[in-house]
Every structure is written in C-alpha cells, then in structure tokens.
C-alpha cells in the first residue's frame, strides 16, 4: 500500500490542482478574448492585419489577403517573406527588426508579389504581441501602389523638367510674388549665380537700381495680366554688379496672375547689341546704300 498521505499535504495538492485549473480557465478565456479581438479586426479594420509566428501567418484578415489576390486560408501557415519581393526582403527585415526593437516607428515600404504575379507597394508596422500564449508579431500594412507610383511619375516629370531647363542655355527663373522658387542652371552663366543661391529671394538683385526693378516689375505684371506672354529688353545686373542687356520673356502660370506666379527666361544680348552697333558704324560709313528689313518692315537704313 502507498504511504497515507497527510491532511498538509493533501491540502497543498488541492491548492496546486486549483491553481492549474485557474491558469487552465485563464489561458482558455484569453485565447477565446484573443480570437474575439482579431474576429473584431477582421470585420472593421480597412486595414491589412496579420500575426507571424516564427515568420509565418497565424491570422490574416480579408483585407490583407486581398492584397497578394489569396484566400485567408491559403495565408495560413505560409511565410510572410515569400511574398516580399527578393530585391526588398533584405531591407524589410532590417526594418522590421528595428521597429520590434523600438529604434523605428514610421512605417517602411515594399514591394510584395501576389498570387497571380501582381506587384503591389505595402507600407507596413510591425509590433511584438503574445498570441495563443506565444510570443508573435503583429503587422499593419495598407496597400500604397498607387500612392508610390504617383510619386514615380512625379519624379519622372521632374527629372524631365529638370532637364529641359538645364537644356536652356539663358537663365530660367520662376516667380513666386516677385520670390524666386526654382532657378535652372543656366542663371550661372548669365548673372554669375548658382541657382541654390537664388531660391527664395527677391528679383531686385538682378537689377542695377531700385527704380529698375519697380518699372520691370510694374511692365511685366501689368502686360501678363491682359496676355500670357511678353516680352521685352531691360537692364539687368550680374553678381559682380557689372550691368547687361538681356532679352527678357515672361509667362504667367495658369489662365491668371493670382499670386503672380510667372516664369521668366534672361537672355545676355550684350554680343548682339556689340554686333549691331558694329554693323550700324560700318554702314554709315559705307558708300553704297545698306539697310536691314525684318517682317517686311525696314529696321535699319543708312544715309
């Protein structure tokens, strides 16, 4: 026969029975409260929510699965970097785990593959979670394709902008309320100024005088409003203050001046005008007769 064993002991029996059968009540009820609270996402979350545990999915809601075109069930148990693209999955593990880590909290974006071979961008978090009484982790991502690739297209367009007015070889201003917003490198060559230098200052340190940049300012504006265009030819002013000619043709942005937000492009014309000037004294002392028509109309004639 066994040894009898004492009321002390059938005590600390009974005690440690009801303990298990608490832990037992415990784990079950918050099993079945986690089960609740992911059913509760998965209904009114529009976002993607999923659980990985040892890198695999142990919930996924409809939204996230919509994302890769699978059912939720095809998710289950499949490994989440199998639908990183391979050229991103590197990155997304470094970032994940610095986000768990706590060193990041902004999402970080990929490239995923889904199910047909669609390429889709996910801007993801992730956040370290028990599930099931196991350690896990918990991801939000929301589907910004269409977001990345209106950022590519803007990028494109601007590296073409960007290279067309390099193209230019006369200085390339726009205007803000007579403040520079962008300048192209061309501004280098005729005022002797890096575009960086410009950007957010006024148009008066490309003219001589004060009066001269009000009369530009008072020609321009007052012309643009009734046109889109207009040109004319003006004194302006380099770095080192030596004053040039320039041939200056203004266009507003948009049907009108609101904001007065033009583009302007400089023309140095000093050569030109040295040039004219050259021909004028050499036909005046000319014997025979010379002239110079343009559009039909006579420009020049000498004695």
Known sequence: M????SREQLITE?????????????SETDCLFEEGLYRSLERSSRAGIYVLQNGKFRFVNEHAARYWGYN???????ASMSLVHPDDRERVRKNAIAMLKGKRSHPYEFMTIGKNGDLRWIAETVTPIHYQRKRAVLGNSMDVTRQVKARTKLAELEALEASILDAIPHAVIGLKNRRIIFANNGVESVFGRKASELI????????????GFKEI??????????????????????????????????????????????????????????????????????????YVVQDGTFQYVNH
């Open 217 to 290: 300012a008072k020609v321009l504006y007052s012309n643009l409003a009734r046109q889109r265009t207009f040109s004319l030819e003006f004194t302006c002013r380099r770095r080192d203050g030596s004053p040039f000619e320039a041939l200056i043709s203004a266009s507003r942005i948009g049907e009108t001046l609101q904001e007065k937000r033009i583009v302007i492009t400089y023309e140095d014309i000093t050569d030109r005008r040295r040039a004219e000037e050259s021909y004028k004294l050499f036909a005046s002392s000319a014997q025979a007769g010379v």
């Open 14 to 26: 009974l005690a440690d029975l009801r303990k298990q059968i608490d832990e037992m009540k415990r």
């Open 2 to 5: 066994g040894r009898v064993k």
């Open 72 to 78: 939720r069930n095809e998710l289950l148990g499949m």
């Open 200 to 211: 957010g200052r006024s148009t008066r340190l490309l003219y001589p005088t004060e009066e």
